[in-house]
């Protein structure tokens, strides 16, 4: 394969484009690519409080992307947005998954029924379309052995997670029998640039960064030693645009994630080490995250990176230095 920057440059150039949820972090960060590679983009977003979908997000390629302010569940909306394009990012949806808890039905409306309403208009409307869903590594629930590979056993423990994987097999259905190109990414944790910082339901590193921004003290549940795998929003919004343009992958579930495992405490000191300020507190685990922890978490990323060509180019403290460097410029946009 060529490089992956003339790879984009030659397979995104002319595209039609839309992204559903582009508003927010990953969905906007993916926007700014496409646009730097001609990508004809419509953005679809219906600014859901408190999702962290935001119009400053888009500074830099406004005029040059189309935004409509819509909901997903619309079936006559997107209708009409799925028709003649070429690819279409299924981003929307609700992204806490101790809200999920508190309100399923909610999460069950945006995380499945919308999604469903969007993939019986492409089947209807744009079968020829590709079609890629933002999934969660929390779809794994309890992990019995890491890296985690995509056939580690499906064990959701909140209704987020469970909707997710619910979804996926929607996708696996329509990819099955209707013939429809789709893509799943069961994606770690991620954090950076554009993404919302006013609590801390989601994107748990920003919300860390903020505190130690203002000062002030980060809490870490139990000893701090629990492994997750932390990915830089450039790192993903390449994965998923890179594997959206190559043409014989289709019906298949990536992991994507940095696929190294960092301790909780060691992103905490990162945090504070790069901001200069900040404390650090240990406290017990609240039961509301007790039982749901899943365990450590590694990505294994085996199978996207040779299918692909795509690796992660930061690492954790140089994608935590960026994200600090983007919010100094832009806090008061985003907290």
């Not at 944790?189 to 920003?206: D, E, F, L, W």
């Amino acid at each position: 394969m060529k490089s992956k920057k003339e790879y984009l440059q030659k397979n995104i150039k002319g595209k039609k484009v839309l992204i559903t949820g582009g508003l927010g972090m990953i969905g906007s960060n993916i926007a700014h690519k496409l646009v730097l590679n001609g990508a004809d983009v419509t953005i679809v977003d219906a600014m859901i409080e408190p999702f962290g979908a935001n119009l400053f997000n888009l500074t830099g390629i406004r005029e040059k992307v189309t935004v409509n302010i819509a909901d997903i569940r619309d079936i006559e909306a997107m209708k009409v947005l799925v028709k003649d394009k070429d690819i279409i990012f299924n981003l929307a949806g609700q992204i806490s998954h101790n809200d999920s808890i508190e309100n399923p039905l909610l999460d069950a409306d945006l995380n499945y029924i919308g999604q469903l309403k969007i993939m019986e208009q492409v089947r209807k409307y744009n079968p020829s379309a590709r079609v890629l869903f933002a999934g969660s590594r929390l779809q794994f629930g309890e992990i019995n052995k890491t890296p985690v590979k995509e056939d580690h056993v499906l064990s959701p423990r909140t209704p987020y997670a469970f909707h997710k994987t619910v979804t996926e097999k929607m996708y696996e259905f329509y990819h099955d029998v209707h013939s429809i190109s789709t893509i799943v990414f069961r994606i770690a944790n991620p954090y950076g640039i554009r993404a919302q910082m006013k609590h801390s339901k989601y994107c748990i590193v920003n919300y860390f960064l903020r505190l130690a921004m203002e000062d002030l003290e980060i809490s870490i549940f139990g000893d701090g030693q629990q492994l997750r795998d932390y990915i830089y929003i450039e790192d993903l919004a390449e994965a998923m645009i890179i594997t959206s343009v190559i043409k014989n992958i289709s019906g298949e579930v990536f992991n994507v994630g940095s696929g190294i495992g960092t301790t909780f405490k060691e992103m905490v000191e990162c945090v504070v080490e790069i901001v200069g300020k900040g404390s650090i507190k240990y406290i017990p685990w609240p039961d509301s995250y007790l039982n749901v922890e899943t365990g450590d978490y590694i990505s294994d990323i085996t199978k996207i990176v040779a299918l692909t060509n795509w690796r992660p180019k930061y690492n954790l403290q140089s994608g935590i230095k960026n994200t600090f460097n983007f919010y100094q410029k832009y806090a008061k946009h985003y907290f």
